[in-house]
Nanobody
């Protein structure tokens, strides 16, 4: 199983980024996927989750209305569109596969700074 995140970077407050997580080594369409983040000195937190079909989506309150999780099962990829970014969104963002055994990607750094 491999999860490879990309799309992080440096962005000004109010800007946007789109993270991607390309999965391999398992039947992607059978698993819910989620994005998590960990800021310096803080615990890792769930940002958004999407079920295997995309039929159910949840967000942490702090990103509702600004972030959108989506997936393309034909491309084995889950996305996180992040708009109206704030300083407090700065963190390493991780992709996670749930299920019987969980797997994590290596993370991608998102830095929001003026």
């Amino acid at each position: 199983v491999q999860l490879v995140e990309s799309g992080g970077g440096l962005v000004q407050p109010g800007g946007s980024l789109r993270l991607s997580c390309e999965a391999s080594g398992f039947r992607f369409s059978s698993y819910g996927m989620s994005w998590h983040r960990q800021a310096p000195g803080k615990e890792r937190e769930l940002v958004a989750h999407i079920t295997n079909t995309g039929g159910s989506i949840t967000y942490v309150d702090s990103v509702k209305g600004r972030f959108t999780i989506s997936r393309d099962n034909a491309k084995n990829t889950v996305y996180l569109q992040m708009n109206s970014l704030k300083l407090e969104d700065t963190a390493v963002y991780y992709c996670r596969r749930g299920g019987d055994v969980e797997y994590w990607g290596q993370g991608t750094q998102v830095t929001v700074s003026s």
